[in-house]
C-alpha cells in the first residue's frame, strides 16, 4: 500500500512554477510611415487646414513596456506641396525628430486603437526664391494623437494614425501695396492636422 504523500511532496512542482517565465516585455519594434500636415488658417469666412502644407516619409520606431504602454521615437521628413509654395511664395524642407509615450486599448483585439501625447521639434530649411530670401530655423512641437493598427501577424502591424500638433514654422509675410517695406520671413505659430499610414515589424 502507498502512503498518501506528505506535505512537501508539491514543493518540487511549486519550485518550478515559480522559475516560469512571466511574460516577457521590453519588445522593439520599427517601422516606416508616410503622410502628411497642414496648419489651420482662416479666410474668406471659411477655415481651412493647408497653411504650410507638406508631405513627406519617416523612420520610427516602438518599444513595448507592457501589452498597453509604449513609447515611440521617430524621425520624419517632409517638404512643401507645389500647391501651398505657389499659394505662400514660400518653400520648406522640414526634418522632424519627436518622441512619444502611448496606451493601446485592445491589444489582443485584430485592430487595436492607441491614443499618443509627445513631443519634439522641428528644423525647416525655407527659400522665397522670388524675394530672393533663405535660412534655416529650429521650432518645438507638441501633439496628441489617436491611431490604430491591424494585427497581420504577430510580427507584422499595418496601421494609420492622425494627430493634432501646435508647432512654430516660418511664414513669409508679403509687403503691403505701396509700401517700400520689403517681404520678410516670420515667425508663425499654429495648429496642424497630420495624418499617417505606418507599418511596424515588431520583433
Known sequence: MTPPPGPGAD?????VREKEPIDPWLRPAFGVRLGGYG????????TRWNEGEAGGIGLFSTLDFTH???????????????GAVK???IDRTTGSTVAAVGFRFAPHFVFTPYAQIGGGFDITKFEAKD???SGTRLDG????????????????KLGLNFRVLAAGYPGLQQSEEGSSDPAR???DFGVASQFQLFFRYAL
Open 39 to 46: 496648419f489651420r488658417h482662416s479666410g474668406d469666412g471659411k
Open 87 to 89: 499659394r505662400e511664395g
Open 185 to 187: 520671413v516670420v515667425h
Open 141 to 156: 512641437l507638441a501633439f496628441v494623437g489617436l491611431g490604430g493598427e491591424f494585427n497581420i501577424r504577430d510580427h507584422a
Open 11 to 15: 514543493r518540487g512542482t511549486d519550485r
Open 131 to 133: 524675394e530672393g530670401i
Open 68 to 82: 498597453y504602454w509604449f513609447a515611440e521615437l521617430g524621425i520624419d521628413f517632409y517638404t512643401a506641396t507645389d
